[in-house]
T-cell receptor, first 114, second 109 residues
């Protein structure tokens, strides 16, 4: 069990550019979550998948954000036309349901938009 | 959204027990109580969870009030590595977590 991995760990981009992050969940976990965390705050839910189906999206996930989980394995989160307000840590977590849905988090991708 | 209330910060001495409280008066019958902790620049780390009964694992103990409106995370012997932000989370419908601002635990040597 290698845990949840995220790539890249850090990304610096200029305003207006597109960025894509990848998350590899724990193998056999059928749920995958994306959260965003700004400095000094707790993580905020963005979206989650059960297998390949995206079941819920937060209103925080504007039209510039899109997430996919093809084949129910890894997931990508894309931000188009980045804004300075998108600067945050983007966290991925996975879990196995049914059950208590204990979520295991990756190390996060730190995005800085200049 | 199920809501929790935690103190902003707490302090403990190394090798002493720490009791971190959490109030969740609006908890529903199917909500699990999860505790996570987060070190700077790292993702949250699972600590423990429970539904109704007290729980123990190698990291900590979770004491749940009989009415389930509050819970306490117990670290039996705090170490410097336990200094982190601790989050108490209710998980309605077994999906998304709503994190509050957590309790920042400072451990003094």
């Amino acid at each position: 069990d290698t845990g949840v991995s995220q790539d890249p760990r850090h990304k610096i981009t200029k305003r207006g550019q597109n960025v894509t992050f990848r998350c590899d969940p724990i193998s056999e976990h059928n749920r995958l979550y994306w959260y965003r965390q700004t400095l000094g705050q707790g993580p905020e839910f963005l979206t989650y998948f059960q297998n390949e189906a995206q079941l819920e999206k937060s209103r925080l996930l504007s039209d510039r954000f899109s997430a996919e989980r093809p084949k129910g394995s890894f997931s990508t989160l894309e931000i188009q036309r980045t804004e300075q307000g998108d600067s945050a840590m983007y966290l991925c977590a996975s879990s196995l349901v049914p059950g208590a849905d204990t979520q295991y988090f990756g190390p996060g991708t730190r995005l800085t938009v200049l | 959204d199920a809501k929790t209330t935690q103190p902003n910060s707490m302090e403990s001495n190394e090798e002493e027990p720490v009791h971190l409280p959490c109030n969740h008066s609006t908890i529903s019958g199917t909500d699990y109580i999860h505790w996570y902790r987060q070190l700077p620049s790292q993702g949250p780390e699972y600590v423990i969870h429970g539904l109704t009964s007290n729980v123990n694992n190698r990291m900590a103990s979770l004491a749940i009030a009989e009415d389930r409106k509050s819970s306490t995370l117990i670290l039996h012997r705090a170490t410097l590595r336990d200094a982190a932000v601790y989050y108490c989370i209710l998980a309605p419908n077994f999906n998304k977590f709503y994190f509050g601002s957590g309790t920042k635990l400072n451990v003094k040597p």
